[in-house]
């Protein structure tokens, strides 16, 4: 069974350009994290898909930030203007269903470097 | 707020012995408990798991152990072997929500 992919890997971009962020989740499943980690810290949920409607984005900084799941399977992450403070590692998950007792699926994440 | 913590940054321990990695939860609605594990590069991986109905979950080498009285659980990892060697990430979440808490993670290391 094939993992979650994400792409890029490594992203290095100025402060104030754009940067997009794709992920594929394991086939068949309905929903789908982004999260933020910035080092040394722990994972931070920026927004969840159930299927390919919004089920929290409480803590999506949307003044720079937008997520969109078409067809429900697919994702992208987009900031722009990009600051200083957006440098983490970017990571997408997926689960079976929505709900916390399901086991999460990582990606290996996209490492963001803003100079 | 951070409502899932852990308080050691990191952990060191001799090859063989028992790794004990420790968690706490501020918010009493949490009944759900995972474990991952974090090599670098990579994304973390799912490692175990319990529920609040549970105080004890065993697979392998790992078990978990859940206080729902002090809001606490521990992993323990016997015995300790060096590729166990990687951060390790707690997470919370509760019926009803649709959201894992992360804590800030420990890195352990064994050493051979």
């Known amino acids: 069974e094939a993992g979650v992919a994400q792409s890029p890997r490594y992203k290095i971009i100025e402060k104030r350009q754009s940067v997009a962020f794709w992920c594929n989740p394991i086939s068949g499943h309905a929903t789908l994290y982004w999260y933020q980690q910035i080092l040394g810290q722990g994972p931070k949920l920026l927004i969840q898909f159930q299927n390919n409607g919004v089920v929290d984005d409480s803590q999506l900084p949307k003044d720079r930030f937008s997520a969109e799941r078409l067809k429900g399977v697919d994702s992208t992450l987009k900031i722009q203007p990009a600051k200083l403070e957006d440098s983490a590692v970017y990571l997408c998950a997926s689960t079976q269903g929505p709900g916390g007792f399901y086991e999460q699926y990582f990606g290996p994440g996209t490492r963001l470097t803003v100079t | ?112």
Not at chain 2, 43 to 53: A, E, K, Q, V, Y
Request: glycine share 6%.
């Open chain 2, 1 to 112: 707020d951070q409502q899932v913590k852990q308080n050691s940054p990191s952990l060191s321990v001799q090859e063989g012995r028992i790794s004990i990695l420790n968690c706490d939860y501020t918010n009493s609605m949490f009944d759900y408990f995972l474990w991952y594990k974090k090599y670098p590069a990579e994304g973390p991986t799912f490692l175990i798991s319990i529920s609040s109905i549970k105080d004890k979950n065993e697979d392998g080498r790992f078990t978990v152990f859940l206080n729902k009285s002090a809001k606490h659980l521990s992993l323990h990892i016997v015995p300790s072997q060096p590729g166990d060697s990687a951060v390790y990430f707690c997470a919370a979440s509760a019926s009803g929500t649709y959201k894992y808490i992360f804590g800030t993670g420990t890195r352990l290391k064994v050493l051979a």
